[in-house]
């Protein structure tokens, strides 16, 4: 009985490795077919073209998901989408651009869950951005996102829940840039929601006005502030900013002066942190690093650096 049951388990793993590989060929195959249309949605030089490789790398993309057990695949060669995981790998974030000129960019994405079936549950992102004036007023859904294109994901947690911070990328238009720190939670259904009164900050004339359901720096266009999370001293930093002009209200002024803000989580809160430097360190922990290195080396970073800078060529 004993050997008929080691028989029988190597037939049903190899049956199932060998499902794995049909799998992985037929991922491979797809990547290879999106690829070229995650680039020219990016670099084509007419909006059309654009536009057209947009709609065919979302809808190729979506059926190469569909594949069974695509969440382990890692998509390496769309260097285009910006692909990050959950720390405890419930999900993963994908998010991209779409640049229709230098005054309008709209965001792109989708959370795909892990699920023990391999099967495919997506909830896609609709950027709403265009919407709204006051994209801080609330708690959003996956169908009205304020969009961005993450760099960088951090779990903690509160009383049992998880909070997931997402940092992420905006061009928003040809004079300022945005970085956002929003806050992706799921309720009991598991639907994502994005948002809450998690920031915990005075009242200034650069910040986003309280109650701020998301955090926003916003910025001269090639003056590249840096908002990013270090693990070594367990805190969100980020660039102060001044005006140029000393007009303070005006975000195409703002530029980094040197010194550094940020936030500390503490009972399910980002609470403020003024002065970084200032900040009691615990035994053993170095200053902040110097500066905040590419929002964390995350490559995905400099790719969209690099788009920002060949749209600041294309000005008169």
């Given at each position: 009985?004993?050997?008929?049951?080691?028989?029988?388990?190597?037939?049903?793993?190899?049956?199932?490795?060998?499902?794995?590989?049909?799998?992985?060929?037929?991922?491979?195959?797809?990547?290879?077919?999106?690829?070229?249309?995650?680039k020219d949605m990016i670099f084509a030089?007419?909006?059309?073209?654009?536009?057209?490789?947009?709609?065919?790398?979302?809808?190729?993309?979506?059926?190469?998901?569909?594949?069974?057990?695509?969440?382990?695949?890692?998509?390496?060669?769309?260097?285009?989408?910006?692909?990050?995981?959950?720390?405890?790998?419930?999900?993963?974030?994908?998010?991209?651009?779409?640049?229709?000129?230098?005054?309008?960019?709209?965001?792109?994405?989708?959370?795909?869950?892990?699920?023990?079936?391999?099967?495919?549950?997506?909830?896609?992102?609709?950027?709403?951005?265009?919407?709204?004036?006051?994209?801080?007023?609330?708690?959003?859904?996956?169908?009205?996102?304020?969009?961005?294109?993450?760099?960088?994901?951090?779990?903690?947690?509160?009383?049992?829940?998880?909070?997931?911070?997402?940092?992420?990328?905006?061009?928003?238009?040809?004079?300022?840039?945005?970085?956002?720190?929003?806050?992706?939670?799921?309720?009991?259904?598991?639907?994502?929601?994005?948002?809450?009164?998690?920031?915990?900050?005075?009242?200034?004339?650069?910040?986003?006005?309280?109650?701020?359901?998301?955090?926003?720096?916003?910025?001269?266009?090639?003056?590249?502030?840096?908002?990013?999370?270090?693990?070594?001293?367990?805190?969100?930093?980020?660039?102060?900013?001044?005006?140029?002009?000393?007009?303070?209200?005006?975000?195409?002024?703002?530029?980094?002066?040197?010194?550094?803000?940020?936030?500390?989580?503490?009972?399910?809160?980002?609470?403020?942190?003024?002065?970084?430097f200032d900040f009691k360190l615990e035994?053993?922990?170095?200053?902040?690093?110097?500066?905040?290195?590419?929002?964390?080396?995350?490559?995905?970073?400099?790719?969209?650096?690099?788009?920002?800078?060949?749209?600041?060529?294309?000005?008169p």
């Amino acid at each position: 009985m004993y050997k008929l049951l080691v028989a029988l388990s190597l037939v049903i793993t190899s049956s199932a490795m060998a499902q794995s590989a049909a799998d992985l060929q037929s991922l491979q195959q797809q990547e290879a077919v999106i690829a070229p249309y995650a680039k020219d949605m990016i670099f084509a030089p007419l909006t059309e073209d654009r536009l057209v490789a947009d709609s065919t790398f979302t809808r190729l993309f979506v059926k190469a998901l569909r594949t069974p057990y695509s969440f382990n695949y890692p998509f390496d060669s769309i260097i285009t989408v910006s692909k990050l995981y959950a720390p405890d790998s419930s999900f993963r974030i994908f998010t991209w651009q779409f640049e229709r000129d230098e005054s309008y960019f709209r965001q792109r994405g989708a959370i795909q869950m892990k699920t023990k079936d391999g099967s495919l549950k997506l909830f896609p992102l609709l950027d709403a951005s265009q919407f709204t004036t006051n994209p801080t007023d609330s708690v959003r859904s996956n169908t009205n996102w304020i969009g961005a294109i993450y760099y960088n994901i951090i779990e903690k947690q509160y009383q049992g829940k998880k909070y997931y911070t997402l940092f992420g990328y905006d061009d928003n238009d040809f004079a300022s840039t945005r970085k956002w720190v929003d806050v992706l939670t799921f309720d009991n259904a598991g639907n994502p929601h994005f948002g809450g009164k998690y920031f915990n900050y005075p009242e200034d004339s650069i910040k986003p006005a309280q109650p701020a359901y998301r955090f926003c720096l916003e910025y001269k266009k090639d003056a590249r502030a840096r908002i990013n999370y270090d693990p070594e001293m367990d805190m969100i930093i980020f660039d102060h900013l001044i005006s140029e002009s000393n007009h303070q209200s005006e975000k195409y002024t703002l530029i980094p002066d040197g010194d550094y803000e940020g936030f500390k989580w503490k009972d399910g809160k980002w609470n403020y942190v003024e002065k970084v430097f200032d900040f009691k360190l615990e035994d053993g922990q170095a200053p902040i690093p110097e500066p905040i290195k590419d929002d964390a080396g995350n490559t995905n970073e400099k790719i969209l650096q690099e788009q920002s800078q060949k749209n600041e060529r294309r000005k008169p």
